[in-house]
């Protein structure tokens, strides 16, 4: 018989959206991966006792807490994983570190620029004590985003000219959805910008391996008052997070719908970035287009089993954009699946999340993307709504 | 506190490709739609105790067992799953409903009509017991299918004039891709034709509404002889099947590469089918386009989350294939999973069937596809067969 | 100065959709192309005195007949362009040819294999005079179908397997689309076989090099009755041919509205084929796919100026279907237009039908298609016509 | 018999690409429309008399001159199509309308605001005598764009929240294409701004019917030197614009390779435009999306006769982006044309530019877009060019 693998004892606060999204990860992980350390799902945190107990045995968590401050500090955890609203995610992930547990917090890693600086830090000291710290942009773990990042590493598209960006989502153009937290700078921190603009600032980073420089962009909130929703609660399904009866009454809303933003990478490429909340007709339009002196790439989240390569060192007449089926055994984190052709799903990502997470921890190395990693896009962030404000270029980088 | 739901206690028998697929339907299913039973993922049978024990482990079962004859009489089982080679099919769901246990056994239903008609007999009646039996047409439950389905019983295409279904997959394009099960007729019943034929036949009578009566068709073996591998086992991964060393021999292929037919339905429809494994690039190209009197539909596995629909009700100037992205909360299965535009993969179907299963079971009706849905799929199969060596028509209903 | 070039006098017959085609083709050639001879729009005839003067004025030829006979021999015509409805094809086309002039007829060759014969003997003849023949599928000029046949030529995509062949519309799925010549056995020889399944056999056998062996076809007519129209006239545009007012009264269908067929070619290789006018939501959708052992080929003249390539000699993580934007110099009759990406339309292919005609006929050698080529199409619709009625398999070659 | 219908005689300057372009629509579009002025190819304008004795045969002009000053005064010449470099265009066209000639000059209008101006008030006084003057923004009328324009107009997207709009070429990547007309700011007066972005400014202004207010922008020439090529010549194809021999000199590139910018519309809507040849594998690809309130539209010219559109009033289920094939006989232009499903290419889009004008000069009124819509968009070229230079935002408006 083999040795039976040491555990990773996991608790787990929120559970939302993305805490739906994290349990089937936490589950399925090592059911398809060869994993150095069990994932234990042992605690989910909430506020709400009577909801985290429904919640615990939806998702499959063992037990459950109110109280997240000394959940971090048992010594029956190893790993805390945060996905609360980015209002929280600071002041957890510094005791979880302290208290000496590993760290995997979704992004966008905080609300501002202040206390990403102070987990990075906590992030760092942690390092040195043999603790990992992980943002979780898992939109790096889809393996057309991840083959992407491997052809341009290799020097396939050449030296990077242009980077197209767009996150675009329609579920608020209706101007009778309610007001939720997402909604609300307080607990978002930002509307679009921070929610799926974080996301195509860190792809684009993360493919291209270069640091955004220096952005010019603005804040657009279409939609200046919204419907107040009864029971708005904490963390609910960030797609919808409108179900709740409207009262009548109507209430701010403090978060941009759209963000539209020019970038200059740390090369001199040139970025057009746009994340928003009301282009019609698109769902999870996330889509990046590279173009390099020697080839491109292009994809569409909508389409996410898919990666498009234009290979200029083709003949002329037999170039064109390769549709690339990213199902082959060869590619990243696939062959643990299914045959080729047989495509993944949102979810598998964050699977490899864990996946690329447990193996760090077993082998005592840094995670990526780090808290600092976190931090450069916070930092964009930040300089967009300055921007924004100003109307000035901002620069991005210390 | 709820009232614990009672248990489904699962027996497995088989543990390759379609075993993880299932299991992780097991697994999942629970997790994230409310279902009447709770699936226990009791027993897994395999003939080799070495392999079904390193098996179990993987993909998570309780227990194991080498002896399916006595697993499928346990009263400790309330369903067995039957995911081996098409061969043995026919004698363990037999058994499995005489011993009073539900049965979900994997497609084609059986090798030959004689054996899918035992089986069709014994489900019918098994299920005058309350005994329930369905036949594994996992694709049936691909969101974009079971759409197409609801449009066509709702009329928005019609009276049906064209089917046209492909079934493209090249994994065996390669002549030095060694000899394996699925190219043996005496394991796998038939090549192209009734591995991924069958699927095509079902899906096309299934959502069209109508049923195949007759056929014209050519069978062909383009490599006629292939390495025999070594250390060829039962039930390994269809989509690779061959990573085996090659001992240098070659041995007969004694299936169809490929299976191309013609099709009268019922109604008058036309129909051309095409299942090969020798589409060059065709990873797992299932694609269905349907038009009918008031509109068409379009499908293709490799873009799985979509399906196009052309409304002839539309204005000319505003008429147009719709890219549906189906994914939206209204759309079958989708609300249990993400948010709008959060794509699902290929085993999600599995665990939609698992869904639709536990709930037949629990409310005391037969699920679909009955086993006489699988007996018309294999008449089919059958005819077509027949049609390549007669080279004349073949009628397919009784 | 330039010597003017000598000039090549055409006569054409037949001004209905074909002729305004074929119009614009003569028109323009000389434009684009250095051509060797200079074409000059000499002479149209019709039917009616009336409607070929303005169809002269309109289509821009300096003068009318309505007796093709005497036209077909005067002095002062080099080349006949035979524009009407097969019927009357071979009637003029072989005295066109003992009368010394050149021909382009329009495709289908004729309605019968018996006059196909005649008028392939009659230009076998001719050309051993220097006069040369030529039949219009026009549709090889595509630059996308051209470069296909060049890349299969050069053994891109290795041994074919598979083609699979579909030329869709939707023009008279309405029932009350009335009565036109199309529709009439005695003057359109068939139907969606002759007039558009024509096209993609021709373009299969072109594209692939090799011939159709024989054939196992169904002929549909979906509807059997349509409204009689008033004043129906020959030669009208094909693609509406129903606008003139209905009287009430029905009249029956007398061709296909449908055709479906397998195919074996002289290699082997496996066909599907499928010609419909009940394609709802297709316009003029005519579609290619052809599986090689070493790579494949798909084209949709729905997006005319593409061509898919999947190449399988490249690496598995970064194969995939190129989309070929057929518009750079290197592409065949591309660079006498436009800079790349400046896409082509319908009616370029005839304008470089008429180009290889003009050089053939200055060279002294014989164009292509020709005749011969014709008939084997003809051979092949005449097969799937008897396969219809007999339900049994068809040879196509003598 | 009829009238003949009354001469428009012709004057054109310059015979490259653009005269290539134009001479084909005064030639096409009296066959295909039925015009109220029948337009002459009277005279050819060249500074080579060489070249343009050789042009005017090629592109079928009865006469040439090379001194246009006197041929713009000519009693003979009703109207001056002006195909030279931007540098010229003011010169030409004021002299033009000041001898009551109509004219229709190439985009972009003009290389200054200050030229543009004057060009305007020219036309305006123009206007007042019956003389007409049109702007080149030929892709105006490719049907998809005007069939999008017509879509916003009558409500179907409702109010717009943005635009995105690229116009991507690769044309320049290799650092070896050496120097031509089109990279020199003397001749050209900018590079991808104002040759390619023009089209996309005027395109997104034409189709939503609003204007750009503020634009903050960046253009960036990535490749800073080039070789010199020998015989460099006026107005050469465009596309290509670097075949001639290199002499191992280089000189410096004085335009922009790249041009993006954000732009705020005058409803507040927010657009995202990128102008560049760097776009590696790009073509031709100029591309739109239109987000509303109630839909979208999206537009590739590399599948030029497509236009999607998503109708937000379609029910959820059933919603998705159409692609409408712009070929149906109530499509603009396209009647006129070929049956449906049988697509345009490049070359129509000025065919149908020259059937608008002649058309407005019969019915004596001014033909769109205007010279003031010049203006507009030489207002938003030279904004963006203030905003790279001083890193602000730059107000269009007067």
Chains 1, 2, 3, 4 share one sequence.
Not at 258 to 281: M, N, P, Q
Request: charged content about 20%; hydrophobic content about 40%.
């Amino acid at each position: 018989m083999t040795t039976p693998r040491p555990t990773l004892s996991v608790a787990m606060i929120g559970h939302a959206f993305m805490g739906a999204a994290h349990s089937q990860a936490w589950r399925t992980a090592p059911r398809f991966f060869d994993l150095p350390l069990q994932p234990r799902m042992h605690l989910l945190g909430g506020r709400d006792e009577q909801r985290v107990t429904a919640a615990a045995e939806t998702l499959g968590w063992e037990s459950t807490t109110t109280d997240w401050k000394s959940a971090v500090e048992r010594d029956d955890i190893d790993l805390v994983d945060i996905c609360t609203p980015g209002d929280s995610h600071a002041e957890i992930a510094i005791a979880a570190l302290a208290a000496g547990k590993h760290v995997l917090c979704e992004k966008p890693l905080a609300n501002t620029v202040a206390e990403a600086e102070q987990m990075a830090a906590a992030a760092a000291s942690a390092a040195e004590r043999g603790v990992r710290a992980m943002v979780g942009f898992a939109y790096r773990r889809v393996p057309a985003v991840a083959l992407a990042r491997e052809l341009v590493a290799q020097g396939r598209i050449g030296t990077v000219r242009h980077v197209r960006a767009q996150y675009l989502q329609d579920w608020i153009v209706d101007p009778e959805v309610p007001l939720s937290w997402r909604l609300d700078k307080e607990r978002a921190g930002s509307g679009a910008l921070g929610d799926i603009g974080a996301h195509i600032i860190d792809l684009a980073q993360h493919i291209t391996g270069e640091n955004i420089a220096e952005v010019s962009g603005v804040l657009e909130t279409f939609v200046k008052e919204r419907p107040v929703a009864q029971g708005d609660t904490s963390g609910t399904l960030g797609g919808g997070g409108g179900d709740e009866g409207a009262t009548g009454e109507k209430g701010p809303v403090t978060v941009d719908d759209a963000a539209v933003f020019l970038a200059r990478f740390t090369s001199g490429a040139l970025g057009t970035f746009e994340a928003t909340r009301f282009a019609t007709g698109r769902k999870n339009g996330i889509r990046l287009e590279i173009n390099g002196s020697r080839g491109s790439l292009a994809f569409d989240f909508e389409d996410m089993n898919v990666l498009e390569f234009f290979d200029a060192s083709e003949a002329d007449e037999t170039a064109g954009f390769r549709r690339i089926l990213v199902t082959e055994p060869g590619h990243p984190y696939v062959a643990a699946w299914w045959p080729a052709g047989h495509g993944l799903g949102y979810e598998h990502c964050f699977t490899h999340q864990v996946v690329d997470l447990v193996r760090a921890v077993a082998d005592g190395v840094d995670p990526t993307p780090t808290f600092a990693d976190g931090l450069q896009v916070q930092r964009v962030l930040a300089a967009v709504e300055t921007s924004s404000l100003t109307r000035t270029w901002q620069e991005t980088l210390t």
